[in-house]
Structure formats: C-alpha cells, structure tokens
C-alpha cells in the first residue's frame, strides 16, 4: 500500500482547537497535520486511526465531572 492509497481525513472544516491542540474537523493534532505530506502509508493508518479514536473519545460525555 502507499501513502497516496490513504486519504487524507481533512473534510475542509479547518480550525484548531487550541485548548486541545486538535482540528474541530478532521480531528488531526497540529503535529499530525504538518507531518501528513512527509508520511508513509503505515504512518498515515496510524494517524487516521488516532483521528477516529480521538472523534469517539470527544464525542462520549465525560464521566470525570461531578454529578449533581
């Protein structure tokens, strides 16, 4: 497989969340989404998996706040 068999998760919806250092839009961390040009296609997986970890993780409640 090569890098360009993966595409990149950008949905052009660019902005950084900046309290979490992550894109509202595709869910790439600023580092992840300056190193995707330079990335080999096992590195690109690794990304795309973290952006859909990341996704599921922001969109489940948190379970740290204190009930009231």
Known sequence: MSATD???PCISVCYLDTQR????GCYRS???IGEWSRADAARRAEIVAS???RRAAL???ST???SR
Do not use: K, L
């Open 21 to 24: 250092d992550v894109c509202v």
């Open 59 to 61: 969109a489940t409640p």
């Open 6 to 8: 993966i595409p990149s």
């Open 64 to 66: 740290d706040a204190p």
């Open 51 to 53: 952006c859909t970890a």
């Open 30 to 32: 600023r580092a992840e």
